[in-house]
């Protein structure tokens, strides 16, 4: 079992940029595949970017592609989606999640473990 704590959200202005964390307890982030996601009020959830265990390969959904960067660091069990140019449009909660096998990085179905969530919102 893993446990996954996002953070890094607030309200902010558009133009800002926010780096979220996502830290993992229980077992070592080393052993995951992670993904973010986000989720709108009344919309689905959507696709950001993964990472592979090792930083090896990345994968980037079309929602915010170009306005972000994906890393992680597994000694400090933690992985981080840096966010730019930030928009109205990117008001949502955002979401890591954990996977222990390769697949399709962009289903969220896949993935094993998630966060609850944190909230960015930004206004205009």
């Known amino acids: 079992q893993v446990r996954l704590v996002e953070s890094g959200g607030g309200f902010v202005q558009t133009g800002s940029s926010l780096r979220l964390s996502c830290v993992a307890s229980?077992?070592?982030?080393?052993?995951?595949?992670v993904g973010w996601f986000r989720q709108a009020a009344g919309k689905e959830r959507a696709f950001i970017a993964a990472i592979s265990w090792t930083s090896g390969s990345t994968a980037f959904g079309n929602t915010m592609k170009g306005r972000i960067t994906i890393s992680r660091d597994n000694a400090k069990n933690t992985a981080y989606l840096q966010i730019n140019t930030l928009k109205p449009d990117d008001t949502a909660v955002y979401y890591c999640?954990?996977?222990?096998?390769?697949?399709?990085?962009?289903?969220?179905?896949?993935?094993?473990?998630w966060g609850q969530g944190t909230q960015v919102t930004v206004s205009s």
């Open positions: 229980g077992r070592p982030l080393s052993e995951f595949g």
């Open positions: 999640a954990a996977r222990l096998n390769g697949g399709t990085w962009s289903d969220g179905s896949e993935y094993d473990y």
